[in-house]
């Protein structure tokens, strides 16, 4: 009896209405109540919590990883940094030298740019690999977002390439303008 009865009458009921909530609890419970007055109401909820509900658990998770994910960032923009300096500091006598033997300025800059910025390129080549493959393995717990969202990729491989070259260019003392 239970078998057809729920399949007669449904659990859960979506009323689409202009009234506003109170209005429409009240009419739908005097209309369920007319048909049969042993039918329970349950709760009742507008589309828009439902709704929210039922994805609340996702949005949490993207929360979370989008805090990890630029902590993570801001990590690796200072371990970058910190490892371009000191790439720089340790070349101080070798360009010192170089000066002296009358190598031009701009040919230095670019020795040391070449030198810094392509274990960057590959840094983040590597990086950008790995994340990608990574990436299809939580792609269940992404609300919103693709896994291959060329935005974030191509963005955080440009910020960490131009902490790259502001450490190189800040350590050789490059004036900014």
Do not use: C
């Not at 989008?66 to 200072?78: E, G, R």
């Not at 070798?94 to 390129?121: C, E, H, S, V, Y």
Request: glycine share 8%; charged share 15%; proline share 4%.
């Amino acid at each position: 009896m239970t078998k057809i009865f729920n399949s007669s009458v449904p659990l859960a009921w979506e009323v689409r209405s202009s009234l506003n909530q109170e209005s429409l609890i009240s009419a739908v419970a005097k209309a369920i109540r007319q048909v049969d007055g042993r039918l329970p109401l349950g709760k009742v909820l507008p589309m828009d919590k439902l709704l929210a509900d039922s994805i609340s658990r996702q949005n949490f998770n993207m929360l979370l990883l989008s805090i990890f994910a630029a902590s993570a960032l801001l990590l690796a923009a200072i371990g970058v940094y910190g490892i371009m300096s000191h790439s720089v500091q340790q070349q101080t006598k070798d360009i010192g030298i170089r000066m002296a033997l009358g190598a031009n300025k701009n040919t230095i800059l670019a020795m040391i740019l070449r030198q810094g910025l392509i274990p960057a390129f590959v840094g983040v080549a590597a990086g950008l690999a790995g994340a990608f493959g990574l990436t299809r393995l939580m792609e269940s717990l992404l609300y919103g977002v693709k896994s291959g969202d060329p935005v974030i990729f191509f963005g955080v491989s440009a910020i960490l390439l131009m902490v790259a070259l502001l450490a190189v260019l800040i350590r050789l003392g490059v004036p900014f303008p």
